[in-house]
């Protein structure tokens, strides 16, 4: 399955991968494609500022920057930002709600009332490091925006110290096989009729469900006759679980916070208190059943049992030790392509179905570049040259199946060019 790099001719790729983030770039942000994702994205925001790193650097912070300009009052970093209407997306600010959020604020930007996974100062960290010198005052005006986010995220949502998530959406992984018990216990009952756009631009056969959907939409229809008040959706909701990907992109993202307050010579103190607090979080997330990382849903106490791209994000989230590789062995042998987002051999496995098999490029560079950084080198390396064998053989696909590379979901992706450009090129 190792392919040489040499073999791929760079070149027309990069050329190709830039032209797709200009191609996407909105002035000042980036969509994660043409039709498809017509708005902001939080976390696909940050990896374009990767991306951008290696081509433009001012435009690199931008993308940072007005990301941040959505920023809540109470530190909430929304997951999506909605500048300009576009009926193409349902579903839109109409459905969210958000205007009378309660710790919105006097932020003008309309957008939903949920986060994604908070890479955005691990990602900025990198673009600062792409060029210290143009970064240096962007960085320290980030800071106390970053600061605020964190602060956020370890009130409303580490309360085991591992990070839960509110609505699938929010961990990025929106139909992943670890929602599935939570996701069981929430009655649709009286969602309101709504049609989707999704299914209109991608074959049905690579996007959830209506059974998903139904419920996607029945908990934005929850927080918002809540106002999105985080202490009544935490008492309150069917769906709390704790999650890998949102545990170890905090955890990491803590980790370069604490890095940037050294460089900027602010007080560290309460940022190391968090690094401590997500490590114990980190370990109730160890299902030894499984020998790996796995989801929680706190309702029940009960892990999911799945083995995914998320239970290796550990090594990224700065974890050391090995009890985890023989999982991720295993995993590597029986995948085509590495790393699938759910386990070829588990009972949910669908090869084309969003996180419920397919490969993502920006899950392989933080499992990726974690594991280099832990020294498990071999593995790294087959991350890192599956992802630019996927994308060689067949474009800049949203994501792509791990058995036989077809590529899935929305074309010209904007982190998939990222990725490309920050590393698996
Ligand atoms: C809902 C934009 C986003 C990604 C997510 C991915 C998908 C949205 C959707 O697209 O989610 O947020 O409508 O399917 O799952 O990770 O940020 O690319």
Known sequence: MMHELTEIDVAPLDAEARRILELNDRGGYTVPTDGLYPYQWNWDSAFAG???????????????????????????????????????????????????????????????????????????????????????????????????????????????????????WEAGRDNAPDWDEAMAGVDPVGVQPYTRRDTGHVDPRMRPTKEDYDRYIWLVQFGRDRKWDEAAIATESPFRVADPTMTFTTLRSTRDLAAMADLLGEDAGEIRDWVATLEEGAETLWNPALGAYDAKNLRTGNFAGSLSNASFLCWWGGLRGDRAVPALDALLAR?????????????????????????????NYLAGNGMAEAGLTAQADRVRRDTARLIAENGFAEYFSPIDGTPAGGATFTWTAAVWLAWAS
């Open 335 to 363: 995948s085509p392509y590495a790393l699938p987002s759910y386990d070829p051999e588990g009972p949910k496995f669908d090869h084309l179905r969003y996180w419920r098999g397919p490969v993502w490029g920006v899950m």
């Open 50 to 168: 990767l991306g951008f790193a290696a081509v433009n650097i001012d435009r690199a912070w931008a993308e940072i920057e007005t990301l941040f300009s959505g920023q809540w009052d109470n530190g909430m970093v929304p997951h999506i930002l909605f500048h300009r209407p576009d009926p193409g997306y349902f579903p839109g600010p109409d459905v969210w709600g958000t205007e009378d959020a309660v710790g919105r604020g006097a932020c003008a930007v309309a957008s939903s009332g949920i986060s994604q996974p908070p890479v955005a100062a691990s990602l900025a960290w990198r673009i600062h490091q792409a060029n210290t010198a143009a970064g240096a005052d962007r960085l320290r005006a980030l800071f106390p925006k970053l600061l605020a986010y964190h602060r956020w995220i370890m009130a409303a949502r580490a309360e085991t110290g591992a990070v839960v998530i509110t609505h699938p």
